[in-house]
Every structure is written in structure tokens, then in C-alpha cells.
């Protein structure tokens, strides 16, 4: 159809999309890791490092219920949190807090 021929295909539309994509992966890179990280210490294992622990406590809490047994022992469900989490971001916070994850912007 014409708008999607004439609006959604512009090299600008284009770019704006692309940069979300490296957005939504670029934040995920950083916090799955980090929630895994620390559900591993949480569950009796390895002490995590001080990056993971700073890192953490950018997430809301309920995003991240470190003394809930399912949450330590389920990536999957660690996942669900994190994916969650980023869904109730609005643009210009997700942009601002990639910008902070990244070290672009404090």
C-alpha cells in the first residue's frame, strides 16, 4: 500500500528503525547477563561482580525479586522480567538509559 511504500521505506524511517533494533539488543546484551549473573550468587553460587550488582540496581526491583527461588533458578523467567522491563519503556527513556548502559551520556 502507499504509505508503506512512501512513509515506511524512507531511508530516514529506516535508520530510526535500525537504531532500535541495536537499542533493544544493545540493552539486552547488558542486562540478561547481569540478572543471570546475579540470580547465580542469589542461588548459593558464585559472588557476583561489582559491575553486575551496580548494573542491577538500575532495574526496578520487581523486575528483578532476587529472593524469589523461580526467579534464581529460571533464565527463562529472568528473561520475561528483563523483555517486561524494556516493553514499559517509553522511547526517549530507553534512548537516554542505552546512552547511560553504554557510556554515551551520564
Not at 559491575?51 to 520487581?62: G, L, Q
Amino acid at each position: 500500500d502507499r504509505s508503506r511504500r512512501d512513509i515506511y521505506n524512507t531511508p530516514q524511517v529506516a535508520s530510526v528503525i535500525a537504531a532500535g533494533f541495536e537499542l533493544i539488543s544493545g540493552m539486552l546484551d547488558v542486562l540478561v547477563p547481569t540478572v543471570n549473573e546475579i540470580a547465580r550468587e542469589c542461588a548459593g553460587g558464585p559472588k557476583a561482580s561489582y559491575r553486575a550488582w551496580r548494573m542491577v540496581k538500575i532495574m526496578p526491583a520487581h523486575y528483578a525479586p532476587m529472593d524469589d527461588p523461580a526467579w534464581q533458578s529460571s533464565a527463562y523467567l529472568r528473561l520475561l522480567y528483563v523483555l517486561d522491563y524494556l516493553a514499559g519503556m517509553t522511547d526517549t527513556y530507553a534512548v537516554n538509559l542505552y546512552k547511560k548502559l553504554k557510556g554515551i551520556s551520564l
